[in-house]
């Protein structure tokens, strides 16, 4: 663990938060109010906001030590979509579809959760390409 992979873990830790918001407050915010009885109320969901925190920090922390390990001395801008690409489709894609699976969620919502997270993925893989475009880990 050396200084570079530490700010990588903290920038893709802002970035994955950050985008978290957008994506679950501001665009899907109005379908989660639709569909509200299949999650905790704002109220008690605040409750539980540290371990919202602990989970990013845990997955921001994995997605730096990953993407660091298999970098290469290529284009960042194709390994950071690449890199990006395969997440989603390692966790993104089928944890809502196992949620959906579980859970009587609106296939609709169930849509928009995957293209979202799904983009949000692939942006920060092209923040961690960009933060390692030496191809040093």
């Given at each position: 663990?050396?200084?570079?992979?530490?700010?990588?873990?903290?920038?893709?830790?802002?970035?994955?938060?950050?985008?978290?918001?957008?994506?679950?407050?501001?665009?899907?915010?109005?379908?989660?109010?639709?569909?509200?009885?299949?999650?905790?109320?704002?109220?008690?969901?605040?409750?539980?906001?540290?371990?919202?925190?602990?989970?990013?920090?845990?997955?921001?922390?994995?997605?730096?030590?990953?993407?660091?390990?298999?970098?290469?001395?290529?284009?960042?801008?194709g390994q950071g979509v690449r890199f990006g690409v395969a997440v989603a489709f390692l966790m993104t894609i089928p944890v809502y579809l196992m949620y959906y699976c579980v859970q009587p969620t609106p296939a609709e919502l169930v849509v928009k959760q995957i293209v979202f997270d799904g983009a949000l993925v692939v942006i920060l893989g092209v923040i961690a390409g960009w933060l390692y475009r030496d191809g040093k880990a």
């Open positions: 663990m050396n200084r570079k992979f530490l700010g990588a873990w903290l920038v893709i830790f802002i970035a994955w938060f950050l985008g978290s918001f957008v994506v679950h407050h501001l665009l899907l915010g109005a379908d989660y109010r639709a569909v509200a009885g299949l999650f905790r109320s704002e109220v008690d969901g605040r409750k539980f906001f540290p371990l919202m925190i602990l989970a990013h920090v845990m997955m921001s922390g994995a997605f730096t030590w990953i993407y660091a390990r298999g970098v290469e001395a290529k284009p960042w801008l």
